[in-house]
């Protein structure tokens, strides 16, 4: 396939179409349902499919597109497109990417905002334009510029679901309910990950688990002076402090439950290394505040703690009023929604099981501790990438970027990713994307870099070519 004519194509459809409606995209508050529990009443989410939908259905594409329902579930957009040139029509790519965004967040620069888009020389801000709204504009425009271009593909499913933000509760129901229309994927393209920089193409090749809980500490019916009970009474956020000194070390920040932990295969710390040594910074874009500092100083062991290594945050507190609001009260409560990340082998729900455990168990000074929360999802590593596959990355990638494609283990979760590795044994897998440094995916600021979403749809389009000529070259993918 001629690259620098698919380059063209795509430059055309992002320049006259795909562009403008992101922006229109971005306008929409589409919050996932974790954030939006009338979602269905609201009807953001329902507005972005159909603008979505729309959009998709307007290419010059033989392709059905349907924006499919389930009761009481969010929807998916699904975009059948039939197979091309010397691809076999028996033969499947799903391509994948959601629709659903974070809250709008606070702390957005003067003139930003999450649903005012701001097209900013090459960014373009906004809630959901990087994570995950571009996805779609790039399978498109990957899929219209193979046909464009001589190029050929097997049949192609797009997959834009809604509910990822929130762990993607709704899309198992989906895939059952498309059951054999899936067909035989041999490979699945995901754009919703990272990327090291804006100047090459980045291959996930690990993404971690994730376990969400909420730890409630309860020492009084009621708040009471602190006079009165101070002393005599223990404190709940002592009580708390010490039962989460139980799971983490709070001078090192390690987590102390094996069960939380995996060993790191050779092959990734070797990625590692080469990563950083292409000049992979894992601090890049990191606001610290005042004198603050990375835990370490090796850019490789920071990368791989970012990857591999289970960590712990608190993401969430009730149970204490605003300082301007606090008197000298000994609070009856304390209560945090704790944020696991895991090593991407680790099984999260044992994990999960492990942790309310330990949480639960002899609870200090006879607090009533309570645990909730059941959100765990085991995290993803990659197969070995196949002959083909890298190869037409490392072409891709030096055609469109200049430099060859790199790998990396990402630290975040894309929960589905897993449950297709299990449906799809036997397929390949390029997770890529374009959350770069800055990019700042659920905090404020948030943006896309344009010349990477589209450099992205072009190496899009040169995969999918490679992967239907590749029995022809005697890669096969399997």
């Known amino acids: 396939m001629d690259l620098t004519a698919a380059t063209a194509v795509v430059d055309r459809i992002w320049d006259r179409s795909a562009l403008p409606t992101l922006i229109d995209y971005i306008r929409i508050p589409a919050k996932s349902p974790a954030y939006d529990a009338d979602w269905e009443a609201h009807g953001h989410l329902a507005a972005a499919a159909d603008l979505i939908a729309s959009w998709c259905g307007a290419r010059e594409l033989p392709a059905a597109v349907e924006v499919r329902s389930l009761h009481g579930r969010t929807p998916v957009v699904l975009v059948e497109v039939p197979a091309h040139g010397d691809g076999d029509p028996a033969d499947t790519v799903l391509l994948y990417g959601h629709l659903d965004k974070q809250p709008g967040f606070t702390g957005w620069k003067e003139g930003l905002g999450p649903w005012t888009p701001v097209l900013d020389g090459d960014r373009l ?21 193979v046909r464009a271009t001589g190029g050929s593909h097997a049949r192609a499913l797009v997959l834009i679901e809604a509910s990822e933000e929130s762990g993607s509760p709704d899309l198992p129901a989906h895939v059952a309910a498309l059951g054999d229309r899936l067909g035989a994927v041999s490979l699945v393209i995901c754009l919703d990950s990272f990327a090291g920089d804006y100047e090459t193409l980045w291959v996930t090749t690990s993404l971690r688990g994730l376990v969400g809980l909420d730890l409630r500490v309860r020492v009084l019916e009621e708040g009471v002076h602190s006079g009165v009970a101070g002393g005599a009474v223990p404190s709940s956020f002592r009580v708390l402090r010490q039962l989460l000194d139980r799971i983490e070390d709070s001078e090192t920040g390690d987590l102390l439950l094996p069960e939380l932990h995996a060993e790191i295969p050779e092959a990734r710390l070797q990625e590692a290394a080469a990563a950083v040594a292409a000049g992979l910074d894992p601090l890049a874009g990191l606001p610290f505040a005042g004198t603050g500092r990375p835990e370490g100083d090796d850019p490789v062991g920071l990368l791989l703690a970012t990857t591999w290594q289970p960590a712990m945050a608190v993401v969430g507190i009730e149970g204490a009023p605003a300082l301007h609001d606090a008197g000298n009260v000994l609070r009856a409560e304390t209560a945090v929604k704790l944020s696991f990340r895991l090593a991407p082998t680790t099984d999260a729900e044992t994990a999960a099981d492990a942790l309310r455990a330990l949480l639960t168990a002899d609870p200090p000074e006879g607090a009533l501790v309570e645990v909730s929360g059941d959100e765990a999802a085991t995290g993803w590593a990659a197969t070995p990438t196949a002959p083909w596959l890298a190869e037409a990355l490392a072409q891709s990638s030096t055609a469109t970027f200049g430099a060859p494609a790199l790998y990396t283990g990402v630290g975040g979760a894309i929960p589905f990713i897993n449950t297709l590795g299990e449906r799809f ?36 389009a040169h995969t999918l070519d490679a992967h239907a000529h590749r029995a022809g070259l005697g890669q096969t993918s399997v």
């Not at 399978?139 to 510029?145: G, I, T, V």
């Not at 390949?428 to 010349?451: C, I, K, R, S």
Request: hydrophobic content about 40%; aromatic content about 8%; charged content about 15%.
């Open 425 to 460: 044994p036997e397929a390949q897998f390029v997770v890529t994307g374009v959350l770069g440094p800055g990019a700042n995916a659920h905090g404020p600021n948030e943006f896309l870099h344009v010349p990477t979403a589209r450099r992205l749809s072009v190496c899009v």
């Open 125 to 145: 801000y906004g809630r959901g334009g990087a994570d995950d709204g571009y996805s779609a504009f790039a399978a498109l425009s990957a899929l219209e510029a």
